[in-house]
T-cell receptor, first 112, second 115 residues
Framework: QKEVEQNSGPLSVPEGAIASLNCTYSDRVSQSFFWYRQYSGKSPELIMSIYSNGDKEDGRFTAQLNKASQYVSLLIRDSQPSDSATYLCAVNSLYFGNQFYFGTGTSLTVIP | ETGVTQTPRHLVMGMTNKKSLKCEQHLGHNAMYWYKQSAKKPLELMFVYSLEERVENNSVPSRFSPECPNSSHLFLHLHTLQPEDSALYLC??????????????FGDGTRLSIL
């Protein structure tokens, strides 16, 4: 069983729409959750972190965490073509030696 | 100046060559990491250094040899690599090792191709 699972996509949304990216994880004692954006040929860039259940908003981005369901999501409102990238979900757990576990990433394309 | 800098950006080498990847962080962090990123696979943690001491080695073949001379620099020495080692190698840093709520900051990676 994979520690972190994401739908690889590609996910296509029209410009201005809401993009919804989902991630599930297997370790029940995971404590910290991160979303990274990776443009082709570039490094992963941190865009959101979330540590407690509920929603966290930052500009057009909203991270949602449900620890009971072991589920974390990222919503991108008013999607722009510049949001086209691969989005990586990362989960950190002290139980497993403080390792970060990454998903394979979801490829998002925003169509103008 | 970018936070985490990696050189070279691209590297092509034969299986019998010896080369080194370099990483430098300008963030004042105490922990540094090497990851391997292959197509369709999650990022794989290879090595972790905290305050210049290795704290994690995730069953990486001995043909990969890390070196951390100080908290700002990290090297990955390569020798006798195999074609399946072709991948993007990413360096990352974080403020401290052992604190779960600290994110990692990545360099742009070295694209390695083994002939």
């Amino acid at each position: 069983q994979k520690e972190v699972e994401q739908n690889s996509g590609p996910l296509s949304v029209p410009e201005g729409a809401i993009a919804s990216l989902n991630c599930t994880y297997s370790d029940r004692v995971s404590q910290s959750f991160f979303w990274y954006r990776q443009y082709s040929g570039k490094s992963p860039e941190l865009i959101m972190s979330i540590y407690s259940n509920g929603d966290k908003e930052d500009g057009r981005f909203t991270a949602q965490l449900n620890k009971a369901s072991q589920y974390v999501s990222l919503l991108i409102r008013d999607s722009q073509p510049s949001d086209s990238a691969t989005y990586l979900c990362a989960v950190n757990s002290l139980y497993f030696g403080n390792q970060f576990y990454f998903g394979t990433g979801t490829s998002l394309t925003v169509i103008p | 100046e970018t936070g985490v800098t990696q050189t070279p950006r691209h590297l092509v080498m034969g299986m019998t060559n010896k080369k080194s990847l370099k990483c430098e962080q300008h963030l004042g962090h105490n922990a540094m990491y090497w990851y391997k990123q292959s197509a369709k696979k999650p990022l794989e943690l290879m090595f972790v250094y905290s305050l210049e001491e290795r704290v994690e080695n995730n069953s990486v073949p001995s043909r990969f040899s890390p070196e951390c001379p100080n908290s700002s620099h990290l090297f990955l020495h390569l020798h006798t690599l195999q074609p399946e080692d072709s991948a993007l190698y990413l360096c990352a840093s974080s403020q401290d090792w052992g604190s779960s709520n600290q994110p990692q900051h990545f360099g742009d990676g070295t694209r390695l191709s083994i002939l």
